[in-house]
C-alpha cells in the first residue's frame, strides 16, 4: 500500500504518528472544500487544456501548470470555455477531469467540473463520471446549438440534478449560448435546486436583479470574469471564475486580496494593469494569446485545439513588447 502525508511518501506500513497525521491532513481537507462549497470565495481558474499538435491532451504538461497555479487560486474550472470543453469530445472531457482530479490529491483546491452539452443524456453522463473522479461541483451551461423553451430547459436541469449527489451551478454565458436566462428562468432553477450561478453575462444590473430576488443565502453567486470582479465584489459577490488567472494568476488573486482589505490605491493599480492586458489581447484571439502568454513566462501549456492556432512571429512580439513596457513580464 502507498500512503502519502503532505510529501511524505510511504511505501511500508506507517508509524501511529503518521498515520494520525494522514487522518488529520484528510479531515482538513474535506473541512476546508466543505467551507468553499458553502459559498465559493476568491479566484477559481477555468483551467486551460493543454494540447498536442494532434488535438490529443499533453498529459505530461498538466502537472506543472496545475502547480504554477495552485498557490495563487482556490480551484480548479474543468472543460469550461477557456478549457475548450465544447470543442472536446466526450472521452476527452473524461480524461482532463480525472487527470486534474489526480493533481489535485496533492494540490487540494475546488474542482469545479463544467458538464454542459448539447444534449441531457451526454450532460448527465459527465456528471456522473465527475462525482465518480473528484469533483467537488458541477457546473452546466444550457443546452445550446438548438432553440429550447424554458420547460425543455427546466427537464434538462432537473434530470441533471436528479442523477447527481454534487452541487449543481448553472454556467451562464449569453453571448456564446445565446439564450438570455430570464429572471423568472432564473427562479425557477433555483427552485428545482440549482445551488449558484457563474453569471458571465457582465451585466452588472442583471445580476444585481437576481440576489435581489433570490438573496446570496439561497444562491452562490459567482462572477465569471476578472473584468468586472470589482463593482462585483460591491455588491457582495466573493468569488470570480477568471480566464486572465490562467496567465497571470498572481495579478488576479492580488486584485481580489485587495478587494478584501479595502486598499484602494491597490486595487486601481492593479486594475489599470488588468484592462490594459485585457485590452492587449483582445486584439487578438484571446485563447491563442493565453497559451502564447504562459510560454513567455515559461509555462508551457501546449497549443490550443483547432480551429485555434498558433500566433505569427510579429504578433508574438507586438504582446511581448508591450508586456514588457508595462514591466508586467
Do not use: W
Amino acid at each position: 500500500m502507498v500512503l502519502f502525508c503532505k510529501n511524505v511518501h510511504f511505501t511500508e506500513k506507517p508509524s501511529l504518528d503518521h498515520l494520525c497525521c494522514i487522518i488529520n491532513e484528510i479531515l482538513e481537507l474535506f473541512t476546508s472544500i466543505e467551507e468553499l462549497m458553502e459559498h465559493i470565495k476568491g479566484i477559481v481558474t477555468p483551467v486551460l487544456t493543454p494540447f498536442l499538435p494532434n488535438g490529443d491532451i499533453a498529459e505530461s504538461l498538466l502537472p506543472s501548470f496545475l502547480k504554477f497555479l495552485t498557490p495563487h487560486v482556490n480551484g480548479f474550472f474543468v472543460c469550461g470555455s477557456f478549457g475548450s470543453g465544447m470543442m472536446m469530445e466526450i472521452p476527452q472531457r473524461k480524461q482532463m477531469l480525472e487527470l486534474v482530479s489526480f493533481q489535485n490529491t496533492e494540490l487540494h483546491r475546488l474542482v469545479i467540473a463544467h458538464v454542459g452539452t448539447t444534449s441531457t443524456a451526454s450532460t448527465i453522463d459527465l456528471a456522473q463520471h465527475a462525482q465518480q473522479h473528484g469533483a467537488h461541483a458541477l457546473a452546466a451551461v444550457l443546452p445550446y446549438y438548438y432553440p429550447h423553451t424554458n420547460n425543455a430547459i427546466l427537464y434538462h436541469f432537473r434530470s441533471l440534478l436528479e442523477s447527481t449527489d454534487l452541487p449543481v451551478y448553472l454556467y451562464d454565458y449569453p453571448s456564446y449560448i445565446h439564450h438570455e436566462v430570464s429572471l423568472e428562468l432564473f427562479e425557477k432553477l433555483i427552485e428545482l435546486g440549482v445551488c449558484g450561478v457563474k453569471d458571465t453575462s457582465g451585466k452588472l444590473d442583471a445580476m444585481q436583479k437576481r440576489m435581489q430576488s433570490i438573496p446570496p443565502t439561497r444562491c452562490d453567486y459567482l462572477v465569471g470574469t476578472e473584468a468586472i470582479l470589482v463593482p462585483a465584489h460591491e455588491i457582495g459577490i466573493r468569488g470570480c471564475i477568471s480566464g486572465l488567472s490562467n496567465v497571470f494568476p498572481e495579478l488576479v488573486n492580488a486584485l481580489f486580496k485587495a478587494l478584501e482589505s479595502d486598499f484602494q490605491e491597490e486595487i486601481l493599480h492593479i486594475q489599470t494593469i488588468i484592462f490594459f492586458i485585457r485590452q492587449l489581447m483582445r486584439q487578438y484571439s484571446k485563447m491563442e494569446a493565453s497559451y502564447a502568454i504562459l510560454q513567455m513566462r515559461g509555462v508551457n501549456c501546449g497549443i490550443p485545439r483547432t480551429p485555434f492556432g498558433a500566433m505569427n512571429e510579429s504578433d508574438l512580439a507586438h504582446i511581448k513588447q508591450e508586456l514588457i513596457s508595462k514591466q508586467i513580464i
